[in-house]
């Protein structure tokens, strides 16, 4: 089955760690997107990747970061610079200017 | 960054019940999309919509795009207990980040059985 799947589900961390979230798809999709939400907020952009080896910066990229070496895999880091990780991270991913579909997210607690 | 204007920010309804939100922009977009999130998941997307005017029809769902293009509608008829969740809109400006969504920050229903 074509999908998007992220790992974990669930992931504590302690502060001053960085940790990378998963996300692969297998939609064979140029562009995947990272997006954190809060509690009662929308879903906000932190980075995207129209193609392997490009990335820019979301609406809130400080203290994240990106690599997309293969087009099927969009990890994300949380570095320690990130004052307030505690969040879900949902991963998603379309063809150029196409419908998004997301995966099932990760939700990370800082301990 | 931009944000859309979505409304109600929650709604308590009775089963059988019909429901409406809708999404207001201060900017033209080009394309309108309905998601539904359940806990603890990501979104699914009901609904896209690519054409002002456009009335569009998912089941028991009715999503519109607004004949100003800066607003969407949603309608879900003879709510049922798994209609719980939150529905959010996302609107594409082709004007913005390289036609980056936008989204609202959604709807939460309740369904009460």
């Known amino acids: 089955d074509g999908g998007i799947t992220q790992s974990p589900k669930y992931l504590f961390r302690k502060e001053g760690q960085n940790v990378t979230l998963s996300c692969e798809q297998n939609?064979?999709?140029?562009?995947m997107y990272w997006y954190r939400q809060d509690p009662g907020q929308g879903l906000r952009l932190i980075y995207y990747?129209?193609?392997?080896?490009?990335?820019q910066k979301g609406d809130i990229a400080e203290g994240y970061s990106v690599s997309r070496e293969k087009k099927e895999s969009f990890p994300l880091t949380v570095t320690s610079a990130q004052k307030n990780p505690t969040a879900f991270y949902l991963c998603?991913?379309?063809?150029?200017?196409?419908?998004?579909?997301f995966g099932p997210g990760t939700r990370l607690t800082v301990l | 960054g931009q944000q859309l204007n979505q409304s109600p920010q929650s709604m308590f309804i009775q089963e059988g019940e019909d429901v409406s939100m809708n999404c207001t922009s201060s900017?033209?977009?080009?394309?309108w999309l309905w998601y539904k999130q359940d806990p603890g998941e990501g979104p699914v997307l009901l609904i896209a919509?690519?054409?002002?005017?456009e009335l569009t029809s998912n089941g028991r769902l009715t999503a519109q795009f607004g004949t100003t293009r800066k607003d969407s509608f949603l309608n879900i008829s003879a709510s049922i207990p798994s209609d719980v969740g939150i529905y959010f809109c996302?609107?594409?400006?082709?004007?913005?980040?390289?036609?980056?969504?936008?989204f609202g920050k959604g709807t939460k229903l309740s369904v009460k059985p």
């Open positions: 998603a991913s379309s063809r150029p200017g196409d419908e998004q579909f």
């Open positions: 996302a609107g594409r400006n082709y004007g913005g980040s390289q036609g980056n969504l936008i």
């Open positions: 919509l690519y054409k002002a005017g």
């Open positions: 900017s033209i977009f080009n394309t």
């Open positions: 939609l064979n999709h140029d562009a």
């Open positions: 990747s129209q193609i392997v080896n490009d990335f």
